[in-house]
């Protein structure tokens, strides 16, 4: 199936061909910008003047729209590797935000113009949130219709079987993102043993990945950290692909780690990969400290009408004490006193060993949709997750973080490996992760390994994010029990 010649030089007709939903997006991006910056300038010019806008500023409002469309594709807003890829689209909108003040600044500087602070204060934020709406309702749409296999890139993926998988693996896994694999190059001889539908497996020589290319009408062709596709064959096979309009990327072969800790630097006239450590101790460790315990209080006086009823419901509906106390291990290997409201009979623990074949947990957890433990009242506090909530005082004390791995028992982190043991790294949380990517319906392979992604990429954006989807998941079905 390979052509016995490529041409070096491609027809013109063959080039940069965009998908129809490209050129649909772009338009409906710069559209929505358009009126996102026509809505800021007019809200700043009645917010700042009323009725008395001077015929200078009328001139004003209509030369930012197009100076905004303009930051805009200069920040790479209208790229296509960007479209549906949400931080860095946004990112290119906070960027122009700060290009267009700038440029009013130097603008109002270089023509002598007194143009008002008030205003330009007021119209570039506006203008800024408006187009950020804008994008993220694109990005909304778009990943919807990823969902169900459209507006979809498609990815020849290049490299040896391990790699591939691995690369396969982790695109699957996130149809939002927009990359659906349809082939993959191989070295002659190295096949799975049992074909992957949906998936041609070439050679891996320069012409068979440019056959593919034409062949399965590709638009990304992916390297999955391959040292013999390197060096002087990997920048042919990119001059190939620009010839074609064809995106290329390697990936590093580093997995689960997130992009703020990978950055490339220039050492003797070489490009290298630069992974920086974890934010696990010092400044960040700090900061993290204050948000848990500044937040935690907050969160505690707001849930304290709750707790109240909670430990009212639980001591008047079953015999035993209010809260349940639990010996957990946390950073560093320290051992605490894990608060929770009691939501089971008393005996719970002596009955355990007799259920323990109905397990619906994984190979290390004990979870049992219908535990017959489980009181009344206890299962409502699961449902909602308010047995959870005495934790707080946990998050106070120190012993624990709002977000963070699960609190692990004794028992189980003497039966961790090395990586494994990477988890007591931070403070236990009362979410995380893992949590909000399943709740109890993870491997026990999964939940480690989503638990090692957190300590190895930790921010206080990502701990906002999986609030926010934990807030989410206690009001769903899945997971909760």
Same mark, same amino acid.
């Given at each position: 199936m390979v052509p016995d010649e490529v041409p070096a030089i491609v027809p013109r007709s063959a080039r940069f061909t965009e998908a129809r939903w490209v050129a649909k997006y772009r338009w409906a991006a710069l559209g929505g910008d358009l009126i996102a910056a026509l809505v800021g300038v007019s809200l700043a010019l009645v917010a700042r003047f009323g009725a008395q806008i001077n015929e200078g500023y009328f001139v004003l409002g209509a030369v930012l729209p197009v100076a905004w469309l303009a930051c805009v594709a200069l920040e790479r807003g209208y790229e296509t590797r960007y479209f549906g890829t949400g931080p860095e689209e946004?990112?290119?909108?906070?960027?122009?935000?700060?290009?267009? =003040?700038?440029?009013?600044?130097?603008?109002? &500087?270089?023509?002598?113009?007194?143009?008002?602070?008030?205003?330009?204060? #007021?119209?570039?934020?506006? !203008?800024?949130?408006?187009?950020? *709406?804008?994008?993220?309702l694109l990005h909304r749409s778009l990943a919807g219709r990823r969902f169900v296999g459209r507006c979809m890139r498609r990815v020849l993926i290049v +490299?040896?079987?391990?790699?591939? !998988? !691995?690369?396969?693996?982790?695109?699957?896994?996130r149809p939002a993102d927009g990359y659906t694999v349809v082939? =993959?190059?191989?070295?002659?001889?190295?096949?799975?043993?049992?074909?992957?539908? +949906?998936?041609?497996?070439?050679?891996?020589?320069?012409?068979?990945?440019?056959?593919?290319?034409d062949m399965y009408s590709v638009d990304v062709v992916a390297v999955a950290a391959d040292p013999e596709l390197a060096g002087q064959s990997?920048?042919?096979?990119?001059?190939?692909?620009?010839?074609?309009?064809?995106?290329?990327?390697?990936?590093? +072969?580093?997995?689960?780690?997130a992009g703020p800790r990978i950055s490339?630097?220039?050492?003797?006239?070489?490009?290298? *990969?630069h992974l920086e450590r974890p934010s696990v101790s010092g400044g960040p460790h700090l900061l993290k400290n204050i948000f848990d315990r500044v937040v935690g209080f907050f969160m505690l006086l707001l849930a304290a009408p709750i707790l109240l009823v909670a430990a009212a419901l639980v001591k008047f509906t079953s015999r035993g004490?209010?809260? %349940?106390?639990?010996?957990r291990v946390g950073r560093a290997g320290d051992e605490f006193s894990m608060l929770k409201f009691r939501s089971m009979v008393v005996d719970a623990e002596e009955r355990k060993a007799d259920l323990h074949e109905q397990s619906d947990g994984?190979?290390? #957890?004990?979870?049992?949709?219908?535990?017959?433990?489980? !009181?009344?009242? +206890?299962?409502?506090?699961?449902? %909602?997750?308010?047995?959870?909530?005495?934790?707080?005082?946990?998050? *106070?004390?120190?012993?624990?973080?709002?977000?963070?791995?699960?609190?692990?028992?004794?028992?189980?982190?003497?039966? &961790?490996?090395?990586?494994?043991?990477?988890?007591?790294?931070?403070?236990?949380g009362l979410t995380g992760l893992w949590q909000v990517s399943g709740r109890s319906d993870l491997?026990?392979?999964?939940?480690?390994?989503?638990?090692?992604? &957190?300590?190895?990429?930790?921010?206080?954006? *990502?701990?906002?994010?999986?609030?926010?989807?934990?807030?989410?998941?206690?009001?769903?079905?899945d997971g909760a029990y």
């Open positions: 946004f990112r290119s909108i906070l960027r122009a935000a700060v290009a267009l =003040t700038a440029l009013i600044a130097v603008t109002s &500087y270089a023509t002598k113009s007194n143009v008002a602070r008030g205003f330009v204060v #007021l119209a570039v934020p506006m !203008t800024c949130l408006a187009a950020l *709406l804008v994008r993220w +490299g040896r079987n391990q790699q591939v !998988t !691995t690369l396969r693996k982790h695109l699957e896994e082939a =993959t190059c191989l070295p002659r001889g190295d096949v799975r043993a049992e074909p992957e539908a +949906g998936s041609a497996k070439l050679g891996r020589t320069e012409e068979d990945i440019l056959a593919a290319v990997l920048r042919r096979l990119s001059w190939a692909l620009e010839q074609r309009g064809i995106d290329l990327v390697v990936s590093p +072969g580093i997995v689960e780690v490339i630097r220039p050492v003797a006239g070489l490009s290298l *990969l004490p209010v809260l %349940f106390r639990q010996t994984n190979d290390v #957890l004990f979870k049992l949709r219908d535990d017959p433990r489980v !009181t009344r009242v +206890g299962r409502y506090l699961r449902r %909602f997750s308010v047995d959870e909530l005495p934790q707080l005082v946990n998050v *106070l004390r120190g012993e624990m973080s709002l977000v963070g791995p699960r609190p692990p028992l004794p028992t189980e982190v003497a039966t &961790y490996a090395i990586d494994d043991a990477r988890r007591m790294l931070v403070k236990p491997t026990w392979e999964e939940s480690v390994r989503l638990d090692l992604r &957190y300590v190895d990429n930790w921010s206080i954006a *990502l701990d906002l994010l999986i609030l926010w989807k934990t807030a989410r998941a206690v009001f769903g079905r």
